[in-house]
Protein backbone atom coordinates (compact mmCIF):
# COMPACT_ATOMS: atom_id res chain seq x y z
CA UNK A 1 0.00 0.00 0.00
CA UNK A 2 0.93 3.13 -1.13
CA UNK A 3 0.43 6.67 0.40
CA UNK A 4 2.05 9.96 0.18
CA UNK A 5 4.65 8.41 -1.28
CA UNK A 6 5.58 5.98 1.28
CA UNK A 7 4.76 2.49 1.27
CA UNK A 8 3.11 1.61 4.02
CA UNK A 9 3.08 -2.65 4.27
CA UNK A 10 2.73 -4.83 7.25
CA UNK A 11 6.67 -5.94 7.33
CA UNK A 12 6.85 -5.60 11.23
CA UNK A 13 3.90 -5.94 13.35
CA UNK A 14 3.15 -3.91 15.51
CA UNK A 15 5.22 -0.69 14.50
CA UNK A 16 7.46 1.08 16.61
CA UNK A 17 7.34 4.79 15.36
CA UNK A 18 9.90 7.10 16.57
CA UNK A 19 8.49 10.93 17.13
CA UNK A 20 9.01 11.55 13.46
CA UNK A 21 6.33 9.07 12.95
CA UNK A 22 8.71 6.91 11.10
CA UNK A 23 8.79 2.41 12.03
CA UNK A 24 12.34 2.13 14.06
CA UNK A 25 11.97 -1.25 12.42
CA UNK A 26 11.34 -1.03 8.80
CA UNK A 27 11.75 2.80 8.32
CA UNK A 28 8.10 3.03 6.71
CA UNK A 29 5.94 5.71 7.82
CA UNK A 30 3.89 8.93 7.05
CA UNK A 31 6.48 11.17 8.38
CA UNK A 32 3.64 13.10 10.32
CA UNK A 33 1.95 14.05 7.19
CA UNK A 34 -1.44 11.81 7.57
CA UNK A 35 -3.67 10.52 5.30
CA UNK A 36 -6.91 10.23 7.71
CA UNK A 37 -10.19 8.13 7.11
CA UNK A 38 -13.36 9.49 7.32
CA UNK A 39 -12.96 8.69 11.50
CA UNK A 40 -10.17 10.79 11.76
CA UNK A 41 -7.42 8.04 11.93
CA UNK A 42 -4.23 8.07 10.44
CA UNK A 43 -4.62 5.35 7.76
CA UNK A 44 -0.31 4.59 7.77
CA UNK A 45 0.27 4.98 11.25
CA UNK A 46 -2.88 5.00 13.15
CA UNK A 47 -2.45 8.00 14.88
CA UNK A 48 -5.73 9.70 15.70
CA UNK A 49 -6.92 13.00 15.16
CA UNK A 50 -7.94 14.71 18.82
CA UNK A 51 -10.02 16.91 16.86
CA UNK A 52 -9.64 20.48 18.71
CA UNK A 53 -9.68 22.15 15.27
CA UNK A 54 -13.43 21.56 14.94
CA UNK A 55 -15.72 24.17 13.27
CA UNK A 56 -19.82 24.09 13.72
CA UNK A 57 -21.48 25.44 11.05
CA UNK A 58 -25.25 25.38 12.26
CA UNK A 59 -26.44 21.69 13.53
CA UNK A 60 -22.96 20.08 11.82
CA UNK A 61 -19.38 20.37 12.25
CA UNK A 62 -16.38 19.61 10.72
CA UNK A 63 -12.53 18.99 11.92
CA UNK A 64 -9.69 21.06 10.92
CA UNK A 65 -7.03 19.08 10.52
CA UNK A 66 -8.64 15.97 9.26
CA UNK A 67 -11.77 16.93 7.44
CA UNK A 68 -13.70 14.41 8.93
CA UNK A 69 -17.35 15.03 9.81
CA UNK A 70 -18.00 15.19 13.55
CA UNK A 71 -21.11 12.92 14.47
CA UNK A 72 -21.50 14.16 18.06
CA UNK A 73 -20.49 16.59 20.54
CA UNK A 74 -19.79 15.62 24.41
CA UNK A 75 -19.99 18.40 26.81
CA UNK A 76 -18.76 18.40 30.48
CA UNK A 77 -18.80 21.70 32.26
CA UNK A 78 -16.60 23.83 30.34
CA UNK A 79 -14.70 20.95 28.41
CA UNK A 80 -16.01 20.05 24.77
CA UNK A 81 -14.97 16.97 23.44
CA UNK A 82 -16.19 16.21 19.52
CA UNK A 83 -16.37 12.51 18.20
CA UNK A 84 -16.58 11.45 14.75
CA UNK A 85 -18.39 8.16 13.90
CA UNK A 86 -16.71 5.62 14.93
CA UNK A 87 -16.87 2.33 14.19
CA UNK A 88 -15.80 -1.45 15.31
CA UNK A 89 -14.22 -4.61 13.81
CA UNK A 90 -15.31 -7.87 15.17
CA UNK A 91 -15.33 -11.04 13.93
CA UNK A 92 -17.80 -13.88 14.40
CA UNK A 93 -17.23 -17.51 15.49
CA UNK A 94 -17.43 -18.33 11.93
CA UNK A 95 -14.32 -15.66 10.49
CA UNK A 96 -17.10 -13.54 9.51
CA UNK A 97 -16.47 -9.53 9.35
CA UNK A 98 -18.65 -7.43 11.05
CA UNK A 99 -18.51 -3.55 11.46
CA UNK A 100 -20.79 -1.99 14.19
CA UNK A 101 -21.01 1.72 15.12
CA UNK A 102 -20.07 2.40 18.50
CA UNK A 103 -20.33 6.28 18.56
CA UNK A 104 -23.18 6.75 20.72
CA UNK A 105 -21.30 4.37 23.26
CA UNK A 106 -17.98 6.20 23.01
CA UNK A 107 -20.25 9.49 23.78
CA UNK A 108 -21.94 8.29 26.61
CA UNK A 109 -18.91 6.82 27.84
CA UNK A 110 -16.97 10.22 27.83
CA UNK A 111 -20.13 12.10 29.31
CA UNK A 112 -20.15 12.89 33.26
CA UNK A 113 -22.37 13.46 35.31
CA UNK A 114 -24.27 16.20 34.35
CA UNK A 115 -22.89 15.97 30.66
CA UNK A 116 -24.49 16.93 27.66
CA UNK A 117 -24.55 14.48 24.43
CA UNK A 118 -25.56 16.61 21.21
CA UNK A 119 -26.02 15.42 17.73
CA UNK A 120 -24.10 16.51 15.08
CA UNK A 121 -25.20 13.60 11.67
CA UNK A 122 -27.71 11.38 11.13
CA UNK A 123 -28.59 7.55 11.56
CA UNK A 124 -25.70 6.87 14.13
CA UNK A 125 -27.03 3.35 15.67
CA UNK A 126 -28.22 4.33 19.38
CA UNK A 127 -26.88 1.37 20.83
CA UNK A 128 -25.39 2.23 24.30
CA UNK A 129 -25.81 1.85 27.72
CA UNK A 130 -25.83 4.91 30.39
CA UNK A 131 -26.40 4.21 33.38
CA UNK A 132 -25.85 6.30 37.24
CA UNK A 133 -25.81 9.75 35.72
CA UNK A 134 -27.93 12.01 34.43
CA UNK A 135 -26.91 13.06 30.93
CA UNK A 136 -29.33 15.11 28.33
CA UNK A 137 -29.57 13.77 25.10
CA UNK A 138 -29.56 16.60 22.24
CA UNK A 139 -30.87 15.53 18.93
CA UNK A 140 -30.50 18.94 17.48
CA UNK A 141 -32.22 18.76 14.94
CA UNK A 142 -31.22 14.63 13.89
CA UNK A 143 -31.97 11.25 14.29
CA UNK A 144 -30.52 8.10 15.59
CA UNK A 145 -30.97 4.33 13.85
CA UNK A 146 -31.49 1.23 15.47
CA UNK A 147 -32.98 1.71 18.83
CA UNK A 148 -31.27 0.38 21.72
CA UNK A 149 -29.58 2.88 24.10
CA UNK A 150 -30.05 1.26 27.41
CA UNK A 151 -30.38 3.54 30.15
CA UNK A 152 -30.54 2.86 33.74
CA UNK A 153 -29.14 -1.07 33.78
CA UNK A 154 -26.82 -0.75 36.71
CA UNK A 155 -27.89 2.99 38.88
CA UNK A 156 -30.14 5.72 39.10
CA UNK A 157 -30.09 7.45 35.85
CA UNK A 158 -31.61 10.63 34.71
CA UNK A 159 -31.55 11.18 30.87
CA UNK A 160 -33.40 14.28 29.28
CA UNK A 161 -34.39 14.41 25.63
CA UNK A 162 -34.18 18.19 24.13
CA UNK A 163 -34.08 19.06 20.53
CA UNK A 164 -36.14 18.56 17.34
CA UNK A 165 -34.92 14.82 15.54
CA UNK A 166 -35.41 11.63 16.55
CA UNK A 167 -34.63 7.74 16.46
CA UNK A 168 -36.42 5.30 13.80
CA UNK A 169 -36.73 1.88 13.93
CA UNK A 170 -34.10 -0.08 11.68
CA UNK A 171 -37.50 -0.78 9.35
CA UNK A 172 -37.15 3.23 9.09
CA UNK A 173 -40.75 3.51 10.60
CA UNK A 174 -40.44 6.96 13.05
CA UNK A 175 -41.01 5.60 16.77
CA UNK A 176 -41.16 7.47 19.60
CA UNK A 177 -40.75 4.52 22.44
CA UNK A 178 -36.91 4.16 21.23
CA UNK A 179 -35.19 3.42 24.38
CA UNK A 180 -35.27 0.96 26.99
CA UNK A 181 -35.41 2.93 30.34
CA UNK A 182 -34.80 0.65 34.01
CA UNK A 183 -35.04 1.43 37.26
CA UNK A 184 -31.27 0.21 38.13
CA UNK A 185 -32.72 -1.85 40.85
Not at 2 to 22: M, Q, R, S, W
Not at 76 to 81: F, I, K, L, R, S
Not at 149 to 170: E, W
Request: glycine share 12%; with cysteine; hydrophobic share 35%.
Amino acid sequence: MEANGYIAAVACDPHKFDTNLVCEYCNIGCRGDHTYDDSGKCTICGYTCPHDAVTETGNTAVCGTCKANMAVKVTNGETVVYLAKTMEVRYTSLGYRQENDVTMREAFNSTADNGIVTLLADDLDAWADVSGKTVTLDFNGHWLSENGIDFGSTGPTTVILTGSGGTITPEGVPSIGAFWLRDGA
